[in-house]
């Protein structure tokens, strides 16, 4: 899909607020209600747009230990990562989970109640997994900066 600057304006509004009127993106994109209406529709239908979620501030639902993982793993197979992968999946205190290059096979950041429930974490997802090798976990004290927002790269 080619996007011009008004489908870049629409992204950028629904990136900073989700849950914008079509009227008030319009007002905010410069463009009428109906163009938003079929903008969007083609931006979600072309994938551009994923998903509309309001985001909850992890402190104030109990889980205010925020943690980065690195995880390094013995063996590469997919069907190691994807085993990890699937474990990974289903623990809740895990938001986010990539597979990386380097040094370092995943890196996981995770939001914690306490540090029982990290250790237990650990317990299931490390300790007692042979492929493991070494994990890392970083506590975040300061937060320097969040944003869910992607900017468009410059082409041409």
């Known amino acids: 899909m080619t996007m011009d600057a008004l489908d870049l304006r ?3 509004a629904l990136q900073a607020d989700g849950s914008l009127t079509k009227a ?3 007002e905010a994109v410069g463009s009428t209600p109906s163009t938003c209406l079929r903008r969007v529709a083609e931006l979600r239908r072309s994938g551009v747009l994923i998903n509309c979620v309001y985001l909850a501030d992890p402190a104030k639902l109990g889980r205010g230990i925020r943690a980065i993982i690195t ?6 197979t ?3 990562r994807t085993s990890f992968s699937s474990r990974i999946s289903e623990e809740p205190a895990i938001t ?3 597979g990386v290059t380097g040094e370092l096979d995943a890196v996981l950041i995770g939001h914690f109640t306490d540090m029982e429930e990290y250790q237990g974490l650990c317990d299931r997802l490390f300790d007692s997994d042979q492929d493991v090798v070494r994990y890392t ?5 300061e937060t320097y900066k969040e944003t869910t927002a992607v900017e468009p790269a410059v082409i041409g």
């Open 10 to 12: 629409i992204v950028a």
């Open 24 to 26: 008030e993106l319009a």
């Open 71 to 76: 995880v390094t793993t013995r063996n590469h």
């Open 78 to 80: 997919k069907d190691l």
């Open 96 to 98: 986010q989970a990539y």
């Open 137 to 141: 976990t970083l506590f975040a004290v």
